[in-house]
């Protein structure tokens, strides 16, 4: 059965002054009704919607609805030309009312639209159609309720009613939805759609007619101001009467005064209006902040989301430890918390406001104000207007600037933004003069907003805290390298997987070795976490350990695949161990599952993936691991990363270790740049997820003539050629100044490598680099200690002297026996760009 209503007098029809007002003109709207379900299919197809869109109940029911109802533009506005398109003509939007068809069909909207549209049919080629479209949410299958009618049905009705009625006006005839309508005829849309949906059952029609009713009552607009509800009986009479009325009683509730007794429906339903007009403000808000967890941008959209629909000044405080993303007691805040000023927006001209209370300022508040009441009460705080004897109270809190005349004859209103029942700020609410002043009801408002507001900002603050924590953890993990060792300049960099998991098991590191060698070390832990990033800390610290032991490549790993199995067989990890020898001229390397390095050839600027045995992850046990030496020139640069860097999911990692080589080889000023350039090339690929450890060095090597070395004899008197030596080569090299220091700590070097050796020779070796370097080696494996020597000792004074007079030293094992070394620095003329400095 189609659903029709009698309807007003017609559009643009008035009656001239002092004119008795027409009776309504009788008529009826008939409405198409269409049902969709959940899979896109229509489920119920009316009379009317067979008679509208010219096609049977047995062909529409269980086809999807976008092809039954194809849409081809909307109609123009008047006397708007249009081009023709496809010989359908092409329709500029019709007053912007609502969202296309399309959407709602689509099920893209969650909210009810109403819209104007041309619709191509078998039997009149195009229709001109008014259409209301409800979602429809509950256990049924409905997903969508389409209502439609004829608009050129209408125009014609109208023209027939009243031939003054111009075109124009018919034009005008467009859906919409009263949200708060008192217009009468609710029941007759209750009892007369369950009619006309007799697939239903009386429970699930009756379910859909309450999400009507309450989504928003089907009218037809003529203009701004003029409605006319899809209901039975109603004339334009009766609509003015009921508009008096209700304006009567809204300057009654305005002014505070008693509602007579013949208005109190209209009250009662213009309150039930501002509630739900709030309601919907509240949801708006709730939608518009809390879009990312970034505390800065979540301040902006809470002091946006209220300016000027709520009030026309919004300023936003915050404690000082939320802003800087710190925790802090739950205690109630005193006089001495400190309150930063973090967003402010107004609808003033541009600029008032900015010099007199910028943003980014950080005060207390005293006891005696209402911001102090505000922040410790927890509670909104409303003053109707604030007097010139407030506004002077508040302004004594501004030094040296008056904010009188900002605030004085305003209303304000200060809500709390709490979470958790935590105070972490609040909202100073200021409405202009003009403006109606903040009452109870805007009070509720604002704690509500404020309540939302403050766990939006809660969530990102914590967020923030937590990202910090991460962060440092994270740097607290990897070391920092220095741009500069023996023999080679280093870079790195780290990229953390995600935004929420910055904490990974990702490292890189370099360990000194004796002989002037660097070791370079990139791991990488499997999985993402505290728990893998907690692996790494223990795998990276046995590293440095089992490093300085100056084991060969291989048996580092080997030893550290031992160690993994004893913490426990929870972690896997991938490692890649190389030890470069400046003075050699090679890379000694291992590998552990680990993705191959880059070596990037100095002479003709070709990268390759360097050939050597892959291995197996730490902590599968029971694996051999086998090391290859590769020689380099100077000026050579050694490539390492982590796979997150080359792998994406969906790739060939072939395609990630291609562009490696390539942008490895790439030409730059520094180690930063060509750092950046890898980086540039892989690290911004779509769908990375994994962390990045990325490290570069490029092997300068040291010139033989900066390394002299003298093997000496198991005799005591060898320790005065020692001297004599390192003073002759010192003067060479133009280091007369360090040859006193230097012979000194030979001498007791030496003297214990004599006194501790069995069999083998001592060597002595000095190494200009960024330091001076003095190495002894003997064949005994007891590592020397620093003792405090009493005054009747004979011994124990030796490496005291290193101590004190070095810039660094220390001992080693061998496998042959031990070294001990110590470092000097060097004059500034000598040093290398970034080289160590004077302790």
């Avoid at 105070?423 to 409405?431: D, S, T």
């Avoid at 603050?461 to 607290?476: C, G, I, K, W």
């Avoid at 920092?480 to 790195?492: K, L, N, S, V, Y």
């Avoid at 935004?499 to 590191?509: A, K, M």
């Amino acid at each position: 059965m189609d659903h029709g209503t009698e309807r007003d007098a017609p559009p643009g029809h008035r009656a001239g002054p002092g004119a008795v007002p027409a009776d309504p003109v009788a008529g009826r709207v008939p409405l198409a009704v269409v049902v969709v379900d959940r899979d896109g299919l229509v489920s119920h197809w009316s009379r009317g919607a067979r008679r509208l869109f010219a096609l049977p109940k047995e062909e529409a029911i269980g086809r999807p609805a976008p092809d039954l109802l194809p849409v081809s533009g909307v109609l123009p506005e008047d006397g708007e030309q249009t081009e023709n398109i496809t010989g359908y003509g092409s329709y500029a939007p019709y007053d912007g009312l609502g969202p296309g068809l399309e959407s709602s069909l689509d099920g893209h909207l969650s909210y009810p639209a109403a819209g104007r549209a041309r619709l191509t049919v078998p039997a009149d080629d195009r229709v001109d159609v008014l259409w209301w479209a409800y979602p429809l949410v509950g256990p049924g299958r409905e997903r969508l309720l389409v209502l439609a009618a004829d608009a050129d049905g209408l125009r014609r009705d109208y023209a027939d009613s009243d031939p003054d009625a111009g075109a124009a006006t018919v034009e005008r005839i467009a859906p919409g939805f009263a949200l708060h309508t008192d217009f009468p005829g609710s029941e007759e849309l209750a009892r007369r759609l369950p009619e006309i949906l007799p697939s239903m059952s009386v429970g699930e029609s009756a379910r859909i007619v309450a999400q009507v009713l309450e989504l928003g009552y089907p009218v037809l607009e003529f203009s701004q101001n003029d409605r006319v509800p899809v209901t039975p009986d109603w004339g334009v009479p009766r609509r003015v009467e009921r508009r008096a009325r209700r304006e009567r009683a809204a300057r009654a509730l305005a002014a505070g005064e008693p509602v007579p007794d013949g208005l109190r429906d209209e009250a009662e339903d213009l309150e039930y209006a501002a509630v739900r007009e709030r309601l919907e403000f509240l949801n708006e808000v709730s939608g518009a902040i809390g879009t990312s967890l970034d505390l800065s941008q979540t301040i902006v959209e809470v002091s946006r989301a209220v300016v000027p629909r709520f009030t026309d000044v919004a300023g936003t405080y915050l404690r000082e430890q939320v802003v800087a993303g710190e925790g802090f007691s739950d205690g109630v805040p005193d006089t001495t918390t400190m309150w930063h000023r973090v967003a402010l927006e107004h609808t003033d001209e541009p600029g008032r406001w900015d010099d007199v209370v910028p943003v980014g300022e950080a005060m207390p508040f005293p006891a005696h104000t209402p911001f102090f009441q505000c922040m410790t009460s927890g509670e909104p705080v409303l003053v109707p207007r604030i007097t010139e004897e407030m506004g002077h109270a508040i302004a004594s809190q501004f030094e040296k600037r008056d904010i009188r005349p900002l605030i004085t004859g305003r209303s304000m209103l200060l809500v709390p933004l709490k979470a958790r029942n935590v105070v972490l700020g609040f909202m100073i609410l200021l409405r202009h003069p003009e403006r109606p002043v903040f009452n109870d009801m805007d009070r509720v408002t604002g704690a509500e907003l404020a309540a939302r507001a403050g766990l939006v900002l809660d969530n990102a603050r914590m967020y923030t805290h937590q990202e910090n924590v991460a962060e440092t953890l994270q740097d607290s993990m990897l070391p920092h390298i220095p741009a500069r060792m023996a023999g080679c300049d280093i870079a790195t960099r780290y990229l953390p997987g995600t935004l929420l998991g910055r904490v990974g098991g990702d490292w890189f590191d370099s360990v000194k070795l004796p002989g002037a060698r660097t070791a370079l070390v990139v791991g990488d832990v499997m999985g993402h976490g505290l728990n893998s990033a907690a692996m790494m800390g223990q795998l990276r610290t046995a590293v440095q350990t089992m490093a300085g032991l100056d084991l060969p490549p291989a048996q580092l790993l080997r030893n550290l695949d031992d160690l993994a199995q004893r913490l426990g067989d929870t972690h896997l990890a991938t490692c890649l161990y190389a030890v470069y020898d400046p003075i050699a001229g090679e890379v000694h390397l291992a590998n552990a599952g680990h993705i191959p390095p880059v070596l990037v050839r100095a002479e003709d600027g070709v990268s390759e993936l360097i050939d050597l045995p892959t291995g197996a992850p730490i902590g599968v046990g029971g694996v051999p691991f086998e090391s290859v030496r590769v020689p380099v020139a100077p000026g050579d640069r050694l490539v390492m990363c982590t796979d997150g860097l080359v792998e994406v999911r969906g790739e060939d990692i072939g395609v990630g270790l291609a562009t490696l080589c390539e942008s490895a080889a790439h030409p730059a000023a520094s180690m930063d740049d060509a750092c950046d350039t890898i980086i540039r090339a892989l690290g911004t690929r779509g769908g990375r997820k994994d962390d990045v450890a990325l490290l570069m060095a490029r092997l300068t090597g040291i010139e033989p003539d900066a390394v002299a070395a003298w093997r000496l004899a198991r005799d005591p008197a060898e320790v005065g050629r020692a001297r004599a030596a390192v003073r002759e080569q010192l003067h060479d090299w133009g280091l007369p100044k360090l040859a006193g220091p230097a012979e000194l700590m030979v001498s007791e070097l030496v003297t214990n490598a004599l006194r501790h050796s069995h069999a083998r020779p001592v060597e002595l070796r000095l190494v200009r680099a960024d330091t001076l370097l003095c190495e002894v080696d003997d064949d005994d494996h007891e590592l020397p200690a620093l003792k405090s020597a009493g005054p009747d000792d004979e011994t124990g004074r030796g490496l005291r002297v290193v101590s004190t007079l070095a810039r660094e030293w220390g001992a080693s094992r061998t496998n042959a026996g031990k070294t001990v070394w110590f470092e000097l620095t060097l004059p500034a003329r000598y040093r290398y760009p970034g080289a160590p400095g004077e302790r």
